[in-house]
């Protein structure tokens, strides 16, 4: 059996450590949730419900105190056919929010962004962990990692949040994932990376179709490479509307903590949402009987 694909008669998660700063996270029994704090007017499930920054550090409380291990900050939206922003708006949304919750917790901190210079303010400001869509691909946001010790989530994409839904198409989609995967770690380590700081994303939504999609919830053991733990961002997707053939956004929250189960159940140990405690109820609850 090769290193990159340790196969499924053992626990690929034993043993396993999430490096960020100073936080270090366990994950060979209890998996970890990222609550989201979207800043951004349109991102498509909470875009402007956080653009004030005593109601984002209310929502950051709640989180916490709900069961959060990390909080996930974005100044842009990343939902299909999203325009960029500039890097004084994206700054300015989410400098204000590390900061304060720097000052009053020890957390980890995700800055989601693809955009080196925003990521390195991030951690300035108090963040440790760069959560990047375009999966390190820009040599400059791998500098600004390897000059630091933040933990990095690299997320699988086929194309940019501007073109990835229009025609996805793969010969095998998990072979693909995890060819990326494996490449990128061995990238990212020659650069001066740790292994253990390094945490995989494969993107659903993020150009794949239904079907792309359902094959990745499945075959999550079948792209883990190198140990190195699965984080799963699937929280109201639109793929959930369209198998519940229901497109409303309030729809969509029962079958995300029931897909939370089912992936950690498949090996996902880290897992970005949106309802923190439902969701942290739902990994608790799979995990007393696994």
Not at 187 to 216: Q, Y
Not at 227 to 248: E, V
Request: glycine share 8%; with cysteine.
């Amino acid at each position: 059996m090769s290193e990159c694909n340790p196969g499924r008669d053992s626990d690929p998660q034993d043993g396993v450590v999430w490096r960020a700063g100073s936080q270090t996270w366990p994950l060979g029994r209890k998996a970890l949730i990222m609550g989201i704090l979207n800043v951004t007017p349109d991102s498509f499930s909470d875009g402007g419900r956080h653009l004030d920054l005593n109601d984002t550090l209310a929502a950051a409380h709640r989180f916490l105190e709900e069961g959060a291990d990390i909080l996930d900050i974005g100044g842009e939206s990343t939902r299909p056919g999203a325009e960029p922003v500039s890097v004084d708006l994206e700054l300015s949304r989410i400098l204000p929010v590390i900061e304060k919750l720097a000052e009053r917790h020890s957390l980890g901190i995700s800055i989601d962004t693809c955009k080196p210079v925003v990521a390195e303010a991030a951690l300035r400001a108090g963040a440790n962990i760069v959560n990047d869509i375009s999966g390190f691909r820009d040599p400059k946001m791998i500098e600004v990692c390897a000059n630091s010790d933040c933990g990095v989530v690299v997320m699988h994409m086929q194309g940019s949040p501007q073109t990835m839904q229009r025609n996805p198409a793969y010969l095998d989609v998990v072979a693909e994932v995890r060819d990326f995967f494996a490449e990128r770690f061995q990238t990212l380590t020659r650069a001066g990376i740790e292994s253990a700081r390094i945490v995989f994303d494969p993107g659903i939504g993020f150009g794949k179709t239904l079907r792309h999609n359902l094959a990745l919830l499945r075959g999550v053991q079948d792209y883990l490479v190198y140990n190195r733990p699965i984080l799963m961002g699937l929280s109201r997707k639109s793929f959930i509307g369209a198998l519940l053939n229901d497109l409303s956004l309030g729809r969509r929250e029962a079958p995300t903590q029931a897909l939370t189960a089912l992936t950690r159940r498949n090996g996902a140990m880290i897992h970005r949402v949106h309802q923190v405690k439902e969701n942290v109820g739902a990994l608790r609850m799979i995990e007393a009987v696994l």
